[in-house]
């Protein structure tokens, strides 16, 4: 947890955050959000739940003899965003959260669906090359379930979210070269393929972590 300590807060007469009101924020998720829409440079937030006060915060290099309180660079320092066992991830040039968390040991496509279910998620969608880049910052070159498959009716791929299909303009983004192919007519699950950074279809019986995905509470005062 950080505290004033270890950041330089930004006053209104900060040019980032000028043009902005913070207070009377409704809840840490709004003020997350704010902080992401409204200051690109910043890497946090203080959030008074009394007030509605929302601060966000720019952190310093770290002080002699202090314990490190730098986020990896590029990332935000969040707390309490998302659900338990879910960490917060930013996609879209920092504008959009996700919440996810994987399902491990590896495992078969049907049964990491089932543990994301019932976790209150779905195997996580990425319509948008933005998402595939936040998804390849995740897998760290492993590879993962994610919700797209055409179990149903083959070489039509739909997506666990919201059920919807995926679209030429996605699967050309998403999908790694002479991909999907439905090789040996067995391949009706996709996952994706961390040493390659696109999406790739395979047997759903095989095994892999799951890459699960919810979305943050939504936000009901900017």
Known sequence: MFTQEDAV????ADSCVAHFD????????SCARKTINSCPACRGF??????GLCVPLIWLHQRPGAA????????????????KGFQVAVY??????????MITPATTYGHATSVCIDSGGHLASMKT????????????????????????DEGVYIWQEDGSQLTDIEMADLFDDNEPNNWRGREDCVHFRGNRGRLNDEPCWSKKIGLCE???????NC
């Open 9 to 12: 807060i930004l006053t209104a």
């Open 214 to 220: 919810m979305s943050p509470p939504p936000q009901t």
């Open 92 to 101: 879209g040039n920092r504008t959009q959260l996700a919440c996810v968390k």
């Open 46 to 51: 203080l959030f008074d739940a009394v007030s």
């Open 68 to 83: 490190s309180v730098l986020p990896p660079a590029g990332q935000l320092f969040f707390t309490d965003v998302c659900p």
């Open 22 to 29: 913070w207070n009377q924020i409704s809840s840490e998720v």
């Open 129 to 152: 090359v933005e998402k595939l880049a936040m998804v390849d910052s995740l897998a760290l070159g492993r590879q993962l379930w994610i919700g797209l498959d055409d179990q149903v």
